[in-house]
């Protein structure tokens, strides 16, 4: 990389917050997703004034800049996809204000998701956003992608917390969007920038909505010995407006997967499994539970288990969360999906989704947020045999436009990033995504920050499939 | 009416489908925007001739406002220029409902009333208690930025609203959502165009999610002597495991204002009787779930009003007199209209704070309207909103002293406390006088972007929003 450049930075951030070699930086050329991109450098900003100055010095070598929290997305949205420089949030982590009687915090944007929750739980509080990679992802990180996670089917995903917030602009210019009370006057440029997937500017500051924690939650395992049953249950369960906190379902292939590396007390010998969170009252709790349990038995499950104690229930969960790590252990790589179809179309799209793994010669597993009907069926691979990557990647895109065709879209909360971005023409018209973009040139002109995201290149599909992966022969391996 | 907008007029008659199209001065009275009237209103029937009337007058420098029933339409400045008036109201279909997903997919013109009757015979509805629910479209409703009580529980349309479609200034159907409850895919564009008064593009379709219907309900009413006693109850309920599907705090003459002959023409207009209280405040409040939930709600609540100064706790109704709930819910959602009705200068702010400064707020607005000698109203949510009708004796020159006296000090008070304060209705010719928008914001430039993406030409209700964009 140019050497002023690099010396400037230096003197911005000091040297031990930016760095260059080959080997640091190979470690920031990957995130959660099996795409690449190779930084030219990283640095980590203590404060917004050195945010700003990265800003301008990316605007006077004009060099692309990449923001990213820790690295945990799903569709490459934090990889410097054409070089330059990836700006890595981790050290301004601070939680600057707890509001309590409001029900607010500020946050920077590394502080990672459940660093607050913990935070704020002695006051009965929490961020409502989990997803699976709580422990380690970022609330920067889940403003940018517009994060959920298996209990925004009750509570919402991060766009319903997020009131304001202060950003740098690709421009360079330190700005204050929305604010701590509700409905801040004029565009509500908050819901705009919360989902942009880091295009639109820097965030450098964050004031949330803090919820109280339920009084009570039920957590249920209801266990199936057909897939098409546990499906069956969840679309009519949403059909009786009947809306647990969560319903996550997880099949056979995935339950042996996670029981083998967690030990969470998943039956192995099921087809299926619905992991479910029911909160509230005590009272109202309590009647949910029966509720469930009758929609559950009704469609023949083998047996409704209620976790007996918080120690259960944590153990569930933690099989829930820790189920892509689980099944790294199976494969050297897997493709996850992140589609979304009408919950009526759950027993259908489930059908074809073993049909498409037929087809293609896979067992595909599917571990998803039932209850919003956001799917992630997940197709392992062996990177090393180019023909079976190709398989995999052909057999994703067809369960998406499976998705879509059923009235569905491509992401529910990965985000489009580069994984999907020459998926875009299955949403969105060309004159559709124009006029997105038009809004992107807005703000980010000379498209130094984040580019080659979301909107499809000119390239023909073939040639982008080509494109190096990681894990891909000559690759780095993570198995 | 100038000569060049006539000829463009006749023009115009050529795109749009017989009988689409008036420019009979009699009609188009009843689109008049504070004082100003279109040479033409339209009423297409499908997107695509929105996108070719759009187009002309962009090729004629013609301006643009979209309307629904036009309950709503006095919001904001008074338009720069208005040429043509797009009538949404011939878009009214339901283009598909899935109860099964709990998804909708609505044209602009329908009726939210009657879209609430489709969806309550599957035991679901819109929880958008929005003003003017018996007259109002779902494209106006959700176009003006209006919110209700319901928010309590179900947050605001930006909360519920998955995708819309639209035609931008420039002509171009564009898009952003979907139908799922659940989805990433590109800019959130929708949330911009919710309460972008018609200034960023025309709305063609709206996707939502629908709820099931909260039953059975009760609701309570608490008399209090100030409104720090209403609010300590709000505190406790707040920190509490209650979970209320609203939270409204009445002042007193609110009482006389629902009771008035005024209100009788807004429905529903059967009030319980003492519902309100005619010397404090009065907390009005729902819940739902089944009978145990519901008496631990009633227990808790009584007691925490009580501990709060609670003058008198009452059950406004419950599953067995659901018409009572609906009824006294109903009226504290139309308090806008029914202080319309009330007073031809009628005045309305709605600031909005943090539920911890709502006592300060209302004390503040309180103050400014009795140090001009205004008779005032207001109607303060539990989230943290308040509206505050200031209802003069006339609508005169006078009168608009005092109310701007005493709006810009509302104003300056808010925004100490970190707020946000706008002037939606006021008499059409007082909106030059008052500071209709409030306090200028440091994010307005990025909002005049936005607009010069949407509507380059400016051709997209000139003048109504924010800074007059």
Redesign the interface.
């Known amino acids: 990389m140019d050497a002023k450049l690099l010396g400037e930075l230096q003197k911005l951030l000091g040297s031990d917050n930016v760095l260059h070699k080959a080997e640091d930086l190979l470690l920031y050329e990957y995130d959660g997703s099996v795409e690449i991109g190779r930084p030219d450098c990283v640095v980590f900003p203590q404060n917004t004034e050195q945010v700003v100055g990265i800003v301008a010095l990316a605007n006077r070598f004009q060099t692309p800049l990449v923001g990213r929290g820790a690295g945990t997305g799903l569709s490459g949205g934090a990889l410097a996809r054409t070089g330059g420089i990836l700006t890595v949030f981790s050290r301004m982590n601070r939680i600057l204000q707890v509001d309590a009687k409001n029900q607010r915090a500020s946050v920077q944007p590394g502080v990672v998701n459940s660093d607050l929750s913990a935070a704020v739980a002695h006051l009965g509080l929490h961020f409502a956003p989990d997803p699976s990679s709580q422990k380690a992802c970022t609330i920067g990180g889940n403003v940018s992608e517009n994060s959920g996670g298996p209990h925004t089917l009750a509570y919402g995903v991060t766009t319903n917390h997020v009131l304001g917030m202060q950003v740098v602009l690709p421009t360079g210019e330190l700005v204050r969007i929305g604010g701590s009370a509700v409905d801040a006057t004029g565009y509500d440029l908050t819901g705009l920038f919360v989902g942009s997937e880091g295009t639109l500017g820097l965030v450098t500051e964050i004031t949330v909505k803090l919820t109280r924690l339920p009084e009570e939650t039920k957590t249920l395992l209801a266990i199936f010995d057909r897939v098409e049953d546990a499906t069956e249950t969840v679309a009519e369960l949403t059909a009786r407006g009947i809306t647990p906190a969560a319903c996550e379902m997880l099949d056979g292939w995935s339950l042996r997967a996670i029981e083998a590396y967690i030990h969470a007390g998943y039956p192995v010998d099921s087809a299926a499994v619905l992991l479910i969170d029911v909160d509230g009252l005590r009272e109202a709790a309590a009647a949910q539970v029966q509720k469930v349990g009758e929609v559950c038995r009704a469609h023949n499950a083998r047996e409704v288990r209620a976790a007996k104690d918080s120690k259960e229930r944590d153990l569930l969960w933690k099989g829930r969360k820790n189920a892509f790590a689980a099944v790294g252990r199976l494969s050297p790589c897997y493709y996850v999906q992140d589609g979304v179809i009408p919950r009526t179309k759950l027993p259908a799209t489930l059908r074809r989704i073993e049909e498409i793994g037929k087809k293609y010669g896979f067992e595909i597993g599917n571990i998803f947020h039932a209850g919003d009907g956001n799917l992630h069926p997940i197709v392992p691979f062996d990177p090393r045999d180019k023909d079976q990557f190709r398989r995999a990647v052909a057999a994703s895109d067809e369960i998406i436009e499976y998705c879509v065709a059923a009235g569905g879209t491509i992401t529910g909360e990965h985000g489009v990033g580069m994984e999907k971005d020459r998926l875009m023409p299955l949403m969105f018209s060309e004159a559709e995504l124009e006029l997105m973009k038009r809004v992107r040139n807005a703000f980010n002109p000379a498209g130094l920050l984040n580019p080659e995201k979301i909107f499809p290149s000119k390239k023909g599909c073939g040639e982008i499939h080509s494109r190096p992966l990681r894990g891909a022969p000559s690759e780095v391996s993570v198995a | 009416m100038n000569s060049p907008a006539r000829g463009a007029i006749s023009r115009l008659e050529g795109i749009v489908s017989g009988g689409a199209l008036t420019s009979d001065p009699e009609k188009l009275v009843g689109y008049t925007i504070d004082g100003l009237t279109p040479s033409a209103a339209v009423r297409p029937s499908s997107p695509e001739e929105i996108v070719e009337i759009v187009k002309f007058a962009g090729s004629e420098n013609l301006a643009i406002v979209a309307c629904g029933a036009r309950t709503k339409i006095g919001i904001g400045l008074a338009p720069r220029h208005y040429d043509i008036a797009i009538d949404a109201t011939r878009l009214n279909r339901v283009v598909a409902y ?6 909708l997919s609505v044209e602009p013109g329908v009726p939210i009333c009657n879209l609430q009757r489709s969806l309550n015979e599957h ?2 509805f819109l929880p958008h208690g929005a003003p003017f629910m018996t007259r109002a479209t779902v494209g106006g409703t959700f176009a003006s930025g209006v ?1 209700g009580p319901l928010r309590q529980m179900y ?2 349309a ?2 519920f609203v998955l995708g819309m479609e639209f035609v ?1 200034g420039d002509g ?5 959502g ?12 929708h ?2 165009l ?3 008064l018609g200034t ?1 593009g025309i709305i063609t379709k709206i996707n939502l999610r629908t ?3 909260p039953q059975p309900v009760r609701g309570f009413a608490a008399h209090f002597a100030h409104a720090a006693d209403a609010l300590a109850c709000r ?1 406790s309920v ?2 509490s ?3 209320p599907i609203t939270f409204d705090i009445l002042s007193s003459h609110v009482a006389d204002l629902f009771s008035g002959d005024a209100a009788r023409r807004i429905e529903p207009n059967e009030l319980p009787d003492g519902l309100l209280s005619r010397n404090g405040w009065t907390l009005a409040t729902g819940f739902s ?2 009978d ?2 519901l008496d ?2 009633e227990n808790e609540l009584r007691a925490m009003a009580e501990s709060a100064g609670g003058t008198h706790f009452a059950r406004i109704g419950d599953d067995k007199t659901p018409s009572a709930v609906a009824a006294a819910f109903g009226r504290v959602r139309e308090f806008v209209p029914i202080a319309l009705e009330s007073s031809a200068a009628c005045t309305i702010m ?1 600031l ?5 400064h709502l006592e300060h707020a209302i004390a503040a607005a309180m103050h400014a309207a009795d140090d001009h000698s205004l008779p005032w109203a207001a109607v303060a949510r539990g ?3 308040i509206y505050v009708a200031l209802l003069p004796d006339a609508r005169d020159e006078k009168f608009m002293k005092c109310v701007a006296g005493a709006t810009n000090r509302i104003h300056e008070d808010c925004a100490r406390l ?5 002037i939606p209705w006021c008499p059409g010719e007082w909106k030059s006088a008052l500071n209709v ?2 306090p200028e ?7 005049r ?2 607009k ?3 509507d380059p030409q400016g051709i997209l209700a000139p003048g109504r ?3 007059g964009i």
């Open positions: 899935d109860p099964g997903d709990l998804t035991g679901q919110e947050g605001t930006r909360d931008t171009v159907a564009g898009k952003s979907g139908r799922v409850v659940k989805n990433v895919t590109g800019y959130d564009l949330k911009l919710i309460g972008s960023l709820f099931p219907s505190d707040a920190t495991a209650l979970r779930g089944n145990d939930v631990r709600c709605k909005s704070v943090l539920p911890e989230i943290g909103v970190g707020g946000n304060s706008t928008w409030g914001r440091p994010d307005l430039p990025l909002m972007k936005i010069s993406v949407f929003f924010v800074g």
